[in-house]
């Protein structure tokens, strides 16, 4: 069965580093863009970065660029969110998507997500 498992969240200081990842199986990974959403308190839940199937192109939200990296390694079918420089407001649930499309036909898988709390 499909599954995208995240860890790596955690308590972190403001101006700390984290690094997520989310482990995957039952597709086949390297066809798939993936993605990285987060949701906080009281708020939709909102893209962070997003990497294409070969990792050409990446692209990140405004909020989290020049700080977050996000990467894949299609042999370990597991991406990656590199956190660095973190504030109060990266404070939420980060969940791992997983998205194929071909034609008119769409797949799109989510992660349980993980949370990182920044806090001093």
């Known amino acids: 069965q499909v599954q995208l498992v995240e860890s790596g969240g955690g308590l972190v200081q403001p101006g700390g580093s984290l690094r997520l990842s989310c482990a995957t199986s039952g597709f086949t990974f390297s066809t798939y863009v993936m993605s990285w959403y987060r949701q906080a308190p009281g708020k939709e839940r909102e893209l962070v970065a997003v990497?294409?199937?070969?990792?050409?192109?990446?692209n990140y939200a405004d909020s989290v660029k020049g700080r977050f990296t996000i990467s894949r390694d299609n042999a370990k079918n597991t991406v990656y969110l590199q956190m660095n420089s973190l504030k109060f407001e990266d404070t939420a649930v980060y969940y791992c998507?997983?998205?194929?499309?071909?034609?008119?036909?769409?797949?799109?898988?989510w992660g349980q997500g993980t949370q990182v709390t920044v806090s001093s």
């Open positions: 998507k997983a998205d194929q499309s071909w034609l008119e036909l769409r797949r799109v898988y």
């Open positions: 990497i294409t199937n070969a990792g050409s192109r990446t």
